[in-house]
C-alpha cells in the first residue's frame, strides 16, 4: 500500500541484508516511525509491545526473529529456545505459532552453517506469501462488496462496518478485512467505511482510520458502541473483521468487542462476514469460547489514553479513578453461527466445518479402510 502517495510494507530487509526494518505502530497515527531489529530480543519485544500487531504480521517478524536469533548461534538448542521465547510472546494469535513451526521445520534438517541463510529465505517467502495471500482474499471479498453495490442499484454508497485494524498495518501488506475495501475503491465501487475506535488501544481510531486515509477511502470514525445503533437504522450493508484465530468449525477469535458487533449484526439482518488468511486457520480446535487462549492485557491501557495537544506534544493521561480494578481481555469468540462467511485466499466459504473443508480439502481426515 502507498504512504504520502509512496509504495511501504510494513515490515523489511534493511540494506545491510540482515536487520529488519519495520514500523513502530505504537507512534501513529501522529507520526511514521521506523525501526531496525537487530537481535532476537528486540524482534520479541517488537512483537509483545505491540510496536508490530496483526496476526499475520506477528507471523513474519516471528519468522525473521528466528533469522535473528540464529545469528550468532544457530545450533539445534538455539534453535528451540529461539522459537520459545518468540512464541510466549502473544498466545491467542494462531499465525505466530505457524510461522516458527514453518521455520522448525525448514531449519531442523539442515547442518547448523547452512542455517541463517536458508531462514532469511523462508522468512522472506513467509512475507510474500502473506501479501499474495491477502491480495486474494481482497479479490473474492470484493464480490460481497460488489452484490452490495448491485443491491443499491449502484446508488449512494456501500457502507461498510470494521473492527479493530486489519489492514495493511496488521499485515505485510494489502491487509485482510480492508483488502476487499481497497479493492472495490480502486474499481470505482463507491464504499465507506464505519471505523469502529476499538478501545482500549484504538486500533480502529489510530491504524485504520490512518491508513484509510492515506489510500483515499472515505469513512467515519465512530464510538465501539454505535454499530448497533446504525445497523438497526440501515446504515451498514456489511460487516468486514478479521481473525487472529479460527477454529476447524468456524469460530472466530478477533479483538474484544467483535462478538457485539455480530450479535448487533444478526439481530438487524446485516452480512457479518471474517477474511482470513489460511494460516489463521487451527485445525487442531473446534470449539473456540472453549478452547481459544485469550490473552489479558496490561490495565494501562484501560486506564490511560495518549494524544495529541494542540501544540502538537503526544501525552497519555489517566481517565480512571486511582484504585478502580481494571479487567483488560484483548480478545473475545465469535461462533460460527453468527458468522455469515468466511473469506479466504480460496474463496468464500461457510463458517462451518464442512465449509472450510470444501476450500481446503488436503484437511479433511482420511478414512480407515479395511483390507
Not at 512464541?87 to 521445520?105: F, H, I, S, Y
Not at 496488521?170 to 472495490?184: E, H, N
Request: glycine share 10%; net charge neutral; charged share 20%.
Amino acid at each position: 500500500m502507498k504512504v504520502h502517495g509512496k509504495p511501504m510494507r510494513t515490515l523489511w530487509v534493511e540494506a545491510d541484508g540482515w536487520s529488519v526494518g519495520i514500523i513502530d505502530q505504537t507512534h501513529l497515527p501522529h507520526a511514521l516511525v521506523t525501526l531496525r531489529l537487530t537481535t532476537l530480543d528486540e524482534a520479541a519485544h517488537a512483537i509483545r509491545s505491540m510496536q508490530v500487531r496483526g496476526a499475520p504480521l506477528i507471523g513474519a517478524v516471528a519468522a525473521y526473529g528466528v533469522c535473528l536469533g540464529l545469528r550468532g548461534d544457530a545450533s539445534d538448542g538455539a534453535l528451540e529456545r529461539t522459537c520459545a521465547l518468540l512464541q510466549e510472546t502473544r498466545p491467542t494469535a494462531v499465525n505466530l505459532r505457524w510461522a516458527l513451526d514453518e521455520m522448525r521445520r525448514t531449519l531442523r534438517p539442515l547442518a547448523p552453517g547452512q542455517r541463517v541463510a536458508v531462514a532469511y529465505q523462508r522468512a522472506a517467502a513467509i512475507a510474500d506469501e502473506d501479501v499474495a495471500i491477502n491480495r486474494a482474499i481482497g479479490a473474492h471479498g470484493l464480490g460481497l462488496i460488489a452484490s452490495a453495490w448491485e443491491r443499491k442499484g449502484r446508488q449512494g454508497r456501500v457502507n461498510v462496518l470494521t473492527h479493530c485494524n486489519a489492514g495493511w498495518l496488521a499485515t505485510v501488506d494489502w491487509g485482510t478485512a480492508l483488502s476487499p475495501i481497497y479493492q472495490a475503491h480502486d474499481s470505482g465501487i463507491a464504499v465507506h467505511v464505519w471505523v469502529d475506535e476499538t478501545r482500549p488501544r484504538n486500533q480502529g481510531a489510530s491504524l485504520t482510520a490512518w491508513e484509510l486515509g492515506q489510500h483515499g477511502v472515505p469513512h467515519t470514525v465512530i464510538v465501539d458502541n454505535m454499530g448497533g445503533h446504525l445497523m438497526q437504522h440501515g446504515q451498514v450493508d456489511l460487516c468486514i473483521v478479521g481473525t487472529d484465530r479460527t477454529t476447524a468449525r468456524g469460530d472466530v477469535a478477533n479483538k474484544i468487542g467483535t462478538y457485539l458487533k455480530a450479535l448487533a449484526a444478526k439481530d438487524n439482518g446485516v452480512p457479518f462476514y471474517v477474511a482470513l488468511p489460511s494460516p489463521t486457520i487451527d485445525w487442531t480446535l473446534e470449539d473456540g469460547v472453549r478452547d481459544i487462549p485469550i490473552e489479558q492485557r496490561d490495565g494501562r491501557e484501560v486506564t490511560d489514553v495518549s494524544g495529541r495537544l494542540p501544540s502538537g506534544e503526544v501525552v497519555t493521561v489517566r481517565v480512571t479513578p486511582e484504585g478502580s480494578a481494571v479487567a483488560n481481555y484483548g480478545f473475545d469468540v465469535t461462533p460460527a453461527r453468527l458468522v455469515t462467511a468466511l473469506v479466504t485466499e480460496r474463496g468464500v466459504c461457510a463458517a462451518s466445518t464442512e465449509g472450510l473443508l470444501s476450500l481446503f480439502p488436503e484437511r479433511r481426515p482420511v478414512r480407515e479402510t479395511g483390507t
